[in-house]
């Protein structure tokens, strides 16, 4: 059944298609990192303004130097030792969709253990956008069923794994991390 969901989401995504899934965090809204139009679309389920930041999902840190022009060699380690879902945001993305990167050129990034999403981003390899299923301005879904009906019918599929887990389960922790290797928590 696992494998099965993911060649279906795996399809969606390559045909610039929008999914509802399941990750390490909480239900996300998912897309091809790097197509503008499938960013589009999926922000526009969100009623979300175009200026607002989007998390990308990477399945290994050896990735990371395909989108971020510079690494500082700490956030290895960061990523190595946390021990709670970790995105970074890190300066100068690139090779991603322009929707994707913030006005000042940063893109935040999480690499996810995750049952579905470590696999589905290993077989698209490419990122895949990650943000909370949720008409902006909304609270966070906690669980499936607490997702808004208005984004089950927008979306090109609905993934069916562990809809019904009921583990509470908290958005990542946020840091932004310079080039030099300064960080700071943006959301702990």
């Known amino acids: 059944m696992l494998k099965d969901e993911i060649n279906k989401a795996l399809e969606v995504i390559k045909n610039g298609g929008v999914i509802l899934y399941p990750t390490d965090t909480i239900w996300g809204l998912g897309c ?40 500082p060699e700490v956030a290895y380690d960061l990523i190595e030792y946390a021990e709670n879902p970790l995105t970074i945001i890190f300066s100068d993305a690139k090779n991603l969709a322009a929707n994707v990167i913030n006005a000042d050129g940063s893109v935040g990034i999480r690499i996810v253990e995750h049952d579905f999403c470590t696999p589905l981003i290993q077989r698209f390899r490419k990122p895949i956008v990650s943000t909370s299923a949720n008409l902006s301005g909304k609270p966070s879904p906690k669980f499936f ?44």
């Open 145 to 188: 069923d607490d997702i808004d009906p208005e984004i089950l019918d927008a979306v090109d599929y609905v993934v069916d794994f562990e809809q019904e887990n009921r583990n509470i389960k908290k958005p990542s922790t946020i840091m932004k991390l310079t080039p030099s290797g300064q960080f700071e928590f943006i959301r702990k």
């Open 32 to 71: 091809d990192a790097t197509n503008t139009a499938a960013v589009d679309k999926l922000l526009k389920i969100k009623n979300r303004p175009a200026e607002k930041s989007l998390i990308v999902l990477l399945d290994v840190d050896s990735k990371l130097q395909s989108y971020v022009k510079e690494i």
